[in-house]
């Protein structure tokens, strides 16, 4: 090839290479405006909503060998599962029954206004567990210890990283 081919060529792959680059640039720019605009959309329910889920996930999955790798905190009882059970006394001990049935619906429904909301009725499982089996080498009750470890251990980073900014 002659020098001045050559040239051409470099000129060219240069003139290509700055509009591939100017075209990253202006994809990259897009797609940060697009992002911007859906997080301005967000409403406080829907970022409350990102915190929470992931927990709620993880809390869900969880299994217990204690307990032949079942979840109990899945189930829902009331007056008439709690006979079906045989365990009639449980709506007579427990005042206000907690499951995670119901945070389920209420994580789906965006329902929960503060993720206090959120922690107290994931507390008020462990507690009402605690309550109604009441002895310490029950597998109930050292699920619901587990369950509690396990969330204290996925809500601390949250709590801390939303307290950080007030001290």
Known sequence: KSLKQK?????????????????????????????????????????????????????????????????????????????????PDYCK?????????????KVNDKSYETLQEFVEDVDLIVTNCLKFNDHPENPYNIAAKELRKRFKKLIKPVVQSLTKGQS
């Open 7 to 87: 040239k051409r060529e470099r000129g060219l792959r240069e003139r290509i290479d700055r509009q591939e680059a100017e075209n990253k640039r202006r994809l990259e720019k897009e797609r940060e405006e697009r992002e911007r605009r859906e997080r301005a959309v967000e409403t406080p329910q829907d970022a409350l909503h990102r915190i929470y889920e992931p927990i709620f996930k993880s809390l869900w999955d969880m299994e217990f060998s204690v307990l032949q790798d079942m979840n109990p905190f899945r189930i829902v009882i009331n007056e008439k599962t709690s006979l079906d059970m045989g365990i």
């Open 93 to 105: 001990i427990i005042e206000k029954p907690m499951n995670l049935a119901y945070i389920q619906k």
